[in-house]
Each structure stands twice: as structure tokens, then as C-alpha cells.
């Protein structure tokens, strides 16, 4: 199993950053994209941006151009900078997994079997 673990969450007002961080203990196979998920108070899952095996991203038109997502694998972490938030960015921020190459799915939370804890983000005005 891959096991993630996010951090870095908190509370900022609009127009401020923060970044996320989602560390896996052991190493995760260069199989496997990644991605970054988040639920807004009293909404649905969303996805945020995600990175496939080959390295591309994906990114919602909701964060396009505020959000970038990355990964080391050196240190075994995937990162979630963000930029000019907004109070509808508010919300719990997952990491996840999926131990294939990526497609038309890769930002649609049903599609992914592993996941961490969250890490909750909050904007204020």
C-alpha cells in the first residue's frame, strides 16, 4: 500500500500563499500519478492539479495560473504551491495516488484507491 501523509495547511488571508507538501514514507513507484484533491465546506471532492507518469500536469481552470504542483523524488514528496488565494479556496486538501499512467481521468477523485489524511486550508477575506 502507499501511504501519504500531507502537511502545511492553514490559515491565510486572500492574496496570500502557502504551500502543501505530501510525503509518501517509502518510495512511490515511477508508476503512479499524483495529484492534489480538495473539498470545499459542504461541496464535492475537486480535483486541483495532478502530475501523470510522464511528468504532465493538470491543472483546474479554477487555479490555472495561482496554483503549481510538483514533485521530488529525491524526497519522496509531492508539492502544492499556492498563489493569490481566494476565500473559495478554502477547503480540506488531499493528496492521492493511482498506480497508472494517467488520462482523461486524472483529476476525478473516484479514480484513485490511495489517499492521505488531509490538510485543511482556510482563507479568509
Known amino acids: 500500500d502507499v501511504q501519504l501523509v500531507e502537511s502545511g495547511g492553514g490559515s491565510v488571508q486572500a492574496g496570500g500563499s502557502l504551500t502543501l507538501s505530501c510525503a509518501t514514507p517509502?518510495?512511490?513507484?515511477?508508476?503512479?500519478?499524483m495529484a492534489w484533491f480538495r473539498q470545499p465546506p459542504g461541496k464535492s471532492r475537486e480535483g486541483v492539479a495532478a502530475?501523470?507518469?510522464?511528468?504532465?500536469?493538470t491543472t483546474a481552470n479554477s487555479v490555472k495560473g495561482r496554483f503549481s504542483i510538483a514533485k521530488d523524488n529525491a524526497k519522496n514528496t509531492l508539492y502544492l504551491q499556492m498563489n493569490s488565494l481566494k476565500p473559495e479556496d478554502t477547503g480540506m486538501y488531499y493528496c492521492?495516488?493511482?498506480?497508472?499512467?494517467?488520462?482523461?481521468?486524472?483529476?476525478?477523485?473516484?479514480?484513485?484507491?490511495?489517499w492521505g489524511q488531509g490538510t485543511q486550508v482556510t482563507v479568509s477575506s
Open positions: 502530475i501523470d507518469t510522464r511528468g504532465r500536469i
Open positions: 517509502a518510495p512511490t513507484p515511477s508508476g503512479y500519478c
Open positions: 492521492a495516488a493511482e498506480p497508472r499512467y494517467g488520462g482523461y481521468w486524472i483529476l476525478i477523485d473516484v479514480h484513485y484507491n490511495y
